[in-house]
């Protein structure tokens, strides 16, 4: 299971919050956070840092002129 929507009262909260197991193979969960593009997250710090230093090539590279 690549993701486990969040419990809560709201019949939409599950596309508004979901949780990603951080034993998820980080190409993986690269591709499922690029999917649900979150407006921001909340991790272990070394989890993020690499989810950033993952990013960080692709988004320099988008900013060429």
Avoid: W
């Avoid at 197991?21 to 499922?32: D, I």
């Avoid at 407006?39 to 960080?56: C, S, V």
């Amino acid at each position: 299971m690549p993701c486990t929507p969040a419990r809560s009262k709201g019949a939409g909260a599950s596309k508004l919050l979901r949780a990603f197991p951080v034993h998820t193979p980080l190409p993986q969960l690269m591709a499922e956070l690029n999917d649900y593009r979150p407006a921001f997250m909340i991790g272990y710090a070394r989890t993020i840092m690499l989810l950033t230093a993952e990013q960080e090539p692709a988004a320099s590279a988008s900013t060429r002129c």
